[in-house]
Protein backbone atom coordinates (compact mmCIF):
# COMPACT_ATOMS: atom_id res chain seq x y z
CA UNK A 1 0.00 0.00 0.00
CA UNK A 2 1.28 3.50 -0.65
CA UNK A 3 1.80 5.75 2.13
CA UNK A 4 2.01 8.47 0.46
CA UNK A 5 -1.42 9.65 0.49
CA UNK A 6 -2.38 9.45 3.90
CA UNK A 7 -6.03 10.28 3.21
CA UNK A 8 -9.06 11.35 0.61
CA UNK A 9 -11.86 13.08 0.83
CA UNK A 10 -14.63 15.37 -0.76
CA UNK A 11 -16.11 18.64 0.08
CA UNK A 12 -18.19 20.85 -1.98
CA UNK A 13 -17.28 18.98 -4.40
CA UNK A 14 -14.00 19.38 -4.32
CA UNK A 15 -11.80 16.11 -4.10
CA UNK A 16 -9.18 16.63 -1.03
CA UNK A 17 -5.62 14.84 -1.02
CA UNK A 18 -3.36 14.51 1.72
CA UNK A 19 0.01 13.56 1.49
CA UNK A 20 2.52 12.38 3.95
CA UNK A 21 6.06 12.27 3.13
CA UNK A 22 8.72 12.57 0.07
CA UNK A 23 7.14 14.11 -2.94
CA UNK A 24 9.48 12.30 -5.38
CA UNK A 25 8.35 10.34 -8.88
CA UNK A 26 6.35 7.92 -7.15
CA UNK A 27 4.41 10.13 -4.67
CA UNK A 28 3.48 12.23 -7.70
CA UNK A 29 2.48 9.18 -9.42
CA UNK A 30 -0.08 8.61 -6.69
CA UNK A 31 -1.46 11.62 -7.13
CA UNK A 32 -2.24 11.66 -10.61
CA UNK A 33 -3.75 8.25 -10.31
CA UNK A 34 -6.54 9.52 -7.72
CA UNK A 35 -7.00 11.90 -9.97
CA UNK A 36 -7.45 11.02 -13.31
CA UNK A 37 -9.68 8.40 -11.97
CA UNK A 38 -11.70 10.78 -10.20
CA UNK A 39 -11.83 12.84 -13.37
CA UNK A 40 -12.80 10.09 -15.12
CA UNK A 41 -16.46 10.52 -12.99
CA UNK A 42 -16.43 13.91 -13.30
CA UNK A 43 -14.51 15.73 -10.61
CA UNK A 44 -12.68 18.67 -11.75
CA UNK A 45 -11.60 20.33 -8.29
CA UNK A 46 -8.69 19.02 -6.72
CA UNK A 47 -6.82 20.38 -3.43
CA UNK A 48 -4.06 19.12 -2.45
CA UNK A 49 -3.07 19.37 1.61
CA UNK A 50 0.91 19.06 1.76
CA UNK A 51 1.03 19.58 5.71
CA UNK A 52 2.83 15.92 5.72
CA UNK A 53 5.44 16.71 2.65
CA UNK A 54 8.25 19.23 3.57
CA UNK A 55 10.52 17.86 0.74
CA UNK A 56 10.02 17.40 -2.69
CA UNK A 57 11.99 16.52 -6.30
CA UNK A 58 11.51 17.88 -9.32
CA UNK A 59 10.47 14.70 -10.66
CA UNK A 60 7.02 14.50 -8.29
CA UNK A 61 6.45 18.62 -9.23
CA UNK A 62 6.58 17.77 -12.67
CA UNK A 63 3.99 15.20 -12.52
CA UNK A 64 1.86 18.25 -11.19
CA UNK A 65 2.44 19.72 -14.19
CA UNK A 66 0.95 16.75 -15.57
CA UNK A 67 -2.25 16.83 -13.85
CA UNK A 68 -2.83 20.79 -14.33
CA UNK A 69 -2.56 19.94 -18.26
CA UNK A 70 -5.19 17.40 -18.13
CA UNK A 71 -7.36 19.63 -15.91
CA UNK A 72 -7.02 22.16 -18.66
CA UNK A 73 -9.22 19.31 -21.06
CA UNK A 74 -12.27 19.54 -18.95
CA UNK A 75 -11.44 23.01 -17.58
CA UNK A 76 -10.53 21.74 -14.05
CA UNK A 77 -8.29 23.32 -10.92
CA UNK A 78 -6.32 22.65 -8.75
CA UNK A 79 -4.49 24.02 -5.69
CA UNK A 80 -2.33 23.40 -2.55
CA UNK A 81 -2.61 23.98 1.36
CA UNK A 82 -0.32 24.04 4.22
CA UNK A 83 3.18 23.83 1.74
CA UNK A 84 6.80 24.52 3.54
CA UNK A 85 8.21 27.25 2.21
CA UNK A 86 10.87 26.19 -0.03
CA UNK A 87 8.04 24.02 -1.24
CA UNK A 88 6.19 27.05 -2.42
CA UNK A 89 9.46 28.69 -3.64
CA UNK A 90 9.84 25.89 -5.97
CA UNK A 91 6.39 25.85 -7.32
CA UNK A 92 7.19 29.29 -8.02
CA UNK A 93 10.76 28.84 -9.85
CA UNK A 94 9.09 25.91 -11.70
CA UNK A 95 5.95 28.10 -12.73
CA UNK A 96 3.10 25.88 -10.62
CA UNK A 97 1.77 28.97 -9.50
CA UNK A 98 1.01 30.39 -12.68
CA UNK A 99 -1.57 28.11 -13.55
CA UNK A 100 -2.90 26.74 -9.92
CA UNK A 101 -3.05 28.12 -6.55
CA UNK A 102 -0.89 28.10 -3.58
CA UNK A 103 -3.72 28.59 -0.29
CA UNK A 104 -2.46 28.87 3.56
CA UNK A 105 -5.25 26.90 4.80
CA UNK A 106 -8.06 24.44 4.00
CA UNK A 107 -10.61 26.67 4.80
CA UNK A 108 -9.19 29.54 2.46
CA UNK A 109 -8.70 26.49 -0.24
CA UNK A 110 -12.79 25.31 -0.01
CA UNK A 111 -13.81 28.35 -0.13
CA UNK A 112 -11.74 29.89 -2.84
CA UNK A 113 -11.22 26.60 -5.42
CA UNK B 1 43.57 26.05 10.30
CA UNK B 2 41.93 23.44 7.67
CA UNK B 3 38.07 24.05 7.12
CA UNK B 4 35.80 21.24 8.13
CA UNK B 5 34.49 19.09 5.90
CA UNK B 6 32.07 16.22 5.63
CA UNK B 7 32.25 13.38 2.67
CA UNK B 8 29.60 11.00 1.87
CA UNK B 9 29.84 8.22 -0.93
CA UNK B 10 26.04 7.81 -1.82
CA UNK B 11 25.27 4.31 -3.96
CA UNK B 12 22.84 4.84 -6.85
CA UNK B 13 19.86 3.38 -5.33
CA UNK B 14 16.27 5.08 -5.58
CA UNK B 15 15.67 8.11 -2.83
CA UNK B 16 19.73 7.94 -1.69
CA UNK B 17 19.57 11.97 -2.39
CA UNK B 18 17.44 12.03 1.18
CA UNK B 19 20.65 11.14 3.09
CA UNK B 20 22.58 13.89 1.62
CA UNK B 21 19.43 16.59 2.72
CA UNK B 22 19.85 14.85 6.27
CA UNK B 23 23.12 15.71 6.24
CA UNK B 24 23.03 19.26 5.22
CA UNK B 25 20.16 19.92 7.81
CA UNK B 26 22.73 18.85 10.43
CA UNK B 27 25.18 21.12 9.21
CA UNK B 28 22.79 23.87 8.53
CA UNK B 29 22.18 24.15 11.95
CA UNK B 30 25.60 23.84 12.83
CA UNK B 31 25.77 27.02 10.66
CA UNK B 32 23.54 28.58 12.56
CA UNK B 33 21.68 28.95 8.95
CA UNK B 34 18.36 30.54 8.59
CA UNK B 35 15.38 27.71 7.87
CA UNK B 36 15.30 29.41 4.47
CA UNK B 37 18.51 28.77 3.40
CA UNK B 38 18.37 25.62 4.86
CA UNK B 39 15.43 24.40 2.79
CA UNK B 40 17.35 25.75 -0.53
CA UNK B 41 20.50 23.87 0.34
CA UNK B 42 18.46 20.65 0.61
CA UNK B 43 16.39 21.11 -2.85
CA UNK B 44 19.42 22.30 -4.49
CA UNK B 45 21.33 18.70 -3.70
CA UNK B 46 18.51 16.69 -4.21
CA UNK B 47 18.27 17.87 -7.84
CA UNK B 48 22.21 17.67 -8.11
CA UNK B 49 21.95 14.30 -6.71
CA UNK B 50 19.08 13.38 -8.91
CA UNK B 51 20.72 14.60 -12.11
CA UNK B 52 24.02 12.37 -11.08
CA UNK B 53 21.87 9.35 -10.65
CA UNK B 54 19.87 10.01 -13.76
CA UNK B 55 22.15 11.03 -16.29
CA UNK B 56 25.73 9.36 -14.84
CA UNK B 57 24.57 7.04 -17.08
CA UNK B 58 27.09 5.13 -14.63
CA UNK B 59 26.50 2.41 -11.56
CA UNK B 60 29.67 4.34 -9.53
CA UNK B 61 29.01 5.96 -6.32
CA UNK B 62 28.42 9.72 -5.98
CA UNK B 63 30.34 11.60 -4.08
CA UNK B 64 28.97 14.71 -2.09
CA UNK B 65 31.53 17.19 -0.22
CA UNK B 66 30.29 19.77 2.22
CA UNK B 67 32.91 22.80 2.31
CA UNK B 68 32.07 24.55 6.17
CA UNK B 69 33.41 28.14 5.45
CA UNK B 70 33.24 31.14 7.54
CA UNK B 71 31.27 32.79 5.66
CA UNK B 72 29.45 30.27 3.78
CA UNK B 73 28.68 26.87 2.80
CA UNK B 74 30.10 24.57 -0.31
CA UNK B 75 29.06 21.79 -1.46
CA UNK B 76 30.19 19.37 -4.41
CA UNK B 77 28.47 16.85 -6.03
CA UNK B 78 30.58 14.86 -7.96
CA UNK B 79 30.12 11.76 -10.19
CA UNK B 80 32.03 9.84 -12.66
CA UNK B 81 29.74 9.55 -15.32
CA UNK B 82 29.78 10.27 -18.74
CA UNK B 83 29.11 14.37 -18.55
CA UNK B 84 27.16 16.62 -20.28
CA UNK B 85 27.21 19.59 -22.26
CA UNK B 86 25.77 22.59 -20.21
CA UNK B 87 25.18 24.43 -23.03
CA UNK B 88 22.39 22.48 -24.97
CA UNK B 89 20.35 22.61 -21.43
CA UNK B 90 17.28 24.50 -22.40
CA UNK B 91 16.21 26.60 -19.94
CA UNK B 92 12.79 25.06 -18.71
CA UNK B 93 9.67 27.29 -19.11
CA UNK B 94 5.71 25.88 -18.00
CA UNK B 95 4.32 27.76 -20.95
CA UNK B 96 6.05 25.73 -23.39
CA UNK B 97 5.28 22.70 -21.43
CA UNK B 98 2.18 22.62 -20.74
CA UNK B 99 -0.90 21.61 -23.34
CA UNK B 100 2.49 20.89 -25.58
CA UNK B 101 4.67 17.48 -26.19
CA UNK B 102 7.45 19.29 -24.50
CA UNK B 103 8.46 16.63 -21.78
CA UNK B 104 7.23 17.86 -18.11
CA UNK B 105 10.22 17.18 -16.31
CA UNK B 106 14.00 18.68 -16.78
CA UNK B 107 13.69 21.64 -14.27
CA UNK B 108 16.88 20.81 -12.23
CA UNK B 109 19.76 22.78 -13.45
CA UNK B 110 17.07 25.91 -13.32
CA UNK B 111 16.32 24.78 -9.39
CA UNK B 112 20.21 24.95 -8.12
CA UNK B 113 20.76 27.62 -10.01
CA UNK B 114 17.68 29.60 -8.36
CA UNK B 115 18.00 28.17 -4.95
CA UNK B 116 22.46 28.86 -4.87
CA UNK B 117 24.36 31.95 -4.75
CA UNK B 118 26.96 30.72 -7.04
CA UNK B 119 26.93 26.86 -9.33
CA UNK B 120 29.61 25.82 -11.06
CA UNK B 121 29.54 22.85 -13.59
CA UNK B 122 32.82 20.84 -14.77
CA UNK B 123 32.09 18.33 -16.83
CA UNK B 124 34.01 15.86 -19.08
CA UNK B 125 34.05 12.03 -20.07
CA UNK B 126 35.37 10.85 -16.86
CA UNK B 127 32.51 12.84 -14.51
CA UNK B 128 31.15 16.24 -13.68
CA UNK B 129 31.48 17.88 -10.50
CA UNK B 130 28.80 20.35 -9.58
CA UNK B 131 29.85 23.35 -7.15
CA UNK B 132 27.45 24.88 -5.73
CA UNK B 133 27.83 27.58 -2.50
CA UNK B 134 25.82 29.33 -0.07
CA UNK B 135 26.82 32.83 1.38
CA UNK B 136 25.68 32.89 5.45
CA UNK B 137 23.77 36.32 5.32
CA UNK B 138 24.71 38.03 8.86
Not at chain 1, 40 to 57: E, Q, R
Not at chain 2, 67 to 89: R, W
Amino acid sequence: MNTFIKSVKEENQIIIIETNGYLNNEGGEAISAICYEKIKIGHHKFLINMAGTKVVNSIGVSILIEIIEKLQEVDGRIGYYNLAPIVVKTFNIMGLTKYSTVFTTEEEAVGTL
Amino acid sequence: MKKPTVELKLPILPNMELIATQTAEVIARHMNLTEEQSGEISMALIEACINAFEHSKTDANVFIHFLIEEDSLVMKVIDQGVGFDKTKVEIPKIENKIGKDERKRGWGLQLIQELMDSVEFESNSGGTTVTMKKNIKQ
